[in-house]
T-cell receptor, first 116, second 114 residues
Framework: AQSVTQLDSQVPVFEEAPVELRCNYS??????LFWYVQYPNQGLQLLLK??????LVKGINGFEAEFNKSQTSFHLRKPSVHISDTAEYFC??????????????FGTGTQLKVEL | DGGITQSPKYLFRKEGQNVTLSCEQN?????MYWYRQDPGQGLRLIYY???????QKGDIAEGYSVSREKKESFPLTVTSAQKNPTAFYLC?????????????FGPGTRLLVL
């Protein structure tokens, strides 16, 4: 089974500063990776995903992530955060499951808190 | 508007009671999923369905049951056998169940035990 590690449970940052949220995965085969954002008491919204091709993936709200196969990482970055970016961010990997189909395996999440 | 709806937003369960969480989608998606979210643990898959009249257990299916009689509906029942049901429950759907498919999430139902 694949796993995803988000080492930072909380990341505080000042508004307009850059931020990086770290994600490492465990897999020796091809991977499909996702970043989702969750605002308080809401569902998850897709920020971006990596399937293949360019290792730099651009998403919504100015976020981007870089797939690094040698370091098994998929870190999320934003050059200048806004107060509205305060939310929880989840990294996930897609894997096949018994009986067919696929599932997302999520990391434990990183709470981004943007301060004025 | 296309999307996924979950109801109710909050649900209270008494000891020994079964409760059912509703999930409806009008995206014409084949695959649907139920996740449980606990603080600090991320999301864990309870059940998923690739197509109507078919579903499979996920990682934490014990104490839960589902049905998929219609393409747009995937209700989750939390039975009395689930001893720790307090959590945030999220329903999701995707066009198909392929590895690269984006899953779209509903707004969630928070289940609390009285």
């Amino acid at each position: 089974a694949q796993s995803v590690t988000q080492l930072d449970s909380q990341v505080p940052v000042f508004e307009e500063a850059p931020v990086e949220l770290r994600c490492n995965y465990s897999s020796s085969v091809s991977v499909y990776l996702f970043w989702y954002v969750q605002y308080p008491n809401q569902g998850l919204q897709l920020l971006l995903k990596y399937l293949s091709g360019s290792t730099l993936v651009k998403g919504i709200n100015g976020f981007e992530a870089e797939f690094n196969k040698s370091q098994t990482s998929f870190h999320l970055r934003k050059p200048s955060v806004h107060i509205s970016d305060t939310a929880e961010y989840f990294c996930a990997v897609s894997e096949r499951v018994t009986g067919g189909g696929n599932k997302l395996t999520f990391g434990t999440g990183t709470q981004l808190k943007v301060e004025l | 508007d296309g999307g996924i709806t979950q109801s109710p937003k909050y649900l209270f369960r008494k000891e020994g009671q079964n409760v059912t969480l509703s999930c409806e989608q009008n995206l014409n998606h084949d695959a649907m999923y139920w996740y449980r979210q606990d603080p600090g643990q991320g999301l864990r898959l309870i059940y998923y369905s690739q197509i109507v009249n078919d579903f499979q257990k996920g990682d934490i299916a014990e104490g839960y049951s589902v049905s998929r009689e219609k393409k747009e509906s995937f209700p989750l029942t939390v039975t009395s056998a689930q001893k720790n049901p307090t959590a945030f429950y999220l329903c999701a759907s995707s066009m198909r169940s392929g590895r690269g498919e984006t899953q779209y999430f509903g707004p969630g139902t928070r289940l609390l035990v009285l």
